[in-house]
């Protein structure tokens, strides 16, 4: 699912939470170390919807990475690098076309000039330099104008299409690396300040969870059980220190409702657990190859799924997106009128 469907699940399963005592009463919800106030606070939705986009910020492309300052804006910078290398390469391929034609105009006028309906006005296109740079004007402003009908034009639009390709993926490339380096970096100035001011344990528990962000792949650390109760954790003494213990509820909420509430529908699925898969592979790279090993690599690719099986951007994940929501929409509402539900600022 895309990010906004994401925040709007997470801000709508935290109202529900919130609003409905049956689920709001449920062990997982109201425990020793999650409590969720009946009530639905403002600051508690901001809190879910942000949770909610966490869980995709080991994806360059996600919601939660446009929105952070630093990885947004090295984004911004890429993709306009990126635009700037697909236009001059539109203008590029569209003025050696020109020239190409310039360069054969002679044979294109005489084999136009042998077309039976065209030999009648075949003095028309004595002027190559006419002919030639009113294609040349069409590529160019069409290079400009759309790229997308610039990908249809024959020949050209495949040269463009496998170049651009090139472009894109180089494009990609560089956004992991500018993540990559803003979570470490950001890992590593936040260690050398704990070292020097407190020397807290959760705090190097953070900057080991920025450290995941950055090297785990995408749907794997961060949508498992271990990220989970980790985050929470950390989100736990957050805000413990800022004195709002309740909002540990509401992340944990807008955390799970990413991948146990809407993630689990698609045709990817979530991972049961991921920490396996991973010690496996580390085994194996030390040379070691036995049952257990191979226990650890089944267990690490066990992945829970439901249906409709969706695909993040199909029309039918769109559909289900849209009807989901809305769904959930209906159940807070309802929620609120028979139970007599309120709102809160904090």
């Known amino acids: 699912m895309n990010g906004r469907a994401h925040q709007k699940i997470a801000m709508l399963s935290y109202a529900i939470v919130a609003t409905i005592p049956t689920i709001n009463s449920l062990m997982i919800f109201n425990n020793k170390y999650i409590h969720i106030p009946m009530g639905i606070s403002i600051i508690g939705l901001g809190t879910a919807a942000l949770s909610g986009l966490l869980v995709d910020a080991d ?22 690098i990126e635009n700037v290398l697909k236009l001059l390469l539109r203008l590029l391929l569209g003025i050696g076309s ?58 050209i639009g495949l040269i463009y299409k496998k170049l651009s390709f090139s472009i894109n993926k180089s494009s990609n490339n560089f956004k992991r690396i500018a993540i990559f380096l803003t979570y470490v970096c950001s890992s590593v100035i936040l260690a050398i300040y704990n070292v020097v001011n407190q020397n807290d344990i959760y705090v190097y528990l953070i900057c080991v969870l920025l450290i995941c962000i950055a090297t785990f792949p995408h749907r794997s650390f961060l949508h498992s059980v271990e990220g989970v109760i980790v985050f929470t954790i950390s989100a736990s003494y957050v805000f413990s220190k ?11 909420v ?13 045709k ?7 920490l396996p898969r991973f010690i496996a592979k580390a085994l194996r790279k030390l040379g070691m190859h036995n049952k257990f090993i191979i226990t650890l690599e089944k267990i690490g690719k066990i992945k829970l799924k439901l249906p409709p099986h969706i695909t993040t951007g199909s029309e039918l994940g769109n559909l ?19 139970y007599g539900g309120e709102f809160r600022v904090i």
């Open 242 to 252: 800022l004195g709002y213990e309740y909002l540990t509820g509401c992340f944990f």
């Open 59 to 80: 994806s360059h492309s996600s919601k939660i990475n446009h929105i952070n300052p630093l990885t947004g804006t090295s984004n911004k910078a890429i993709n306009s």
């Open 98 to 155: 020109c020239a190409l034609i310039l360069w054969n105009s002679k044979t294109i006028i005489s084999s136009l000039s042998r077309i039976k309906y065209l030999s009648e006005y075949a003095y028309i296109y004595t002027y190559a330099e006419i002919f030639t740079y009113f294609t040349s004007f069409v590529f160019l402003i069409i290079g400009i104008i759309s790229e997308r009908t610039y990908k249809k034009i024959p020949i």
């Open 320 to 338: 289900f997106e849209v009807i989901y929501i809305i769904l959930l929409l209906i159940v807070v509402v309802i929620g609120f009128i028979v």
């Open 254 to 266: 807008g955390y799970i409702s990413h991948i146990y509430w809407a993630d689990i529908f698609t």
């Open 268 to 274: 990817e699925g979530v991972p049961v657990l991921s």
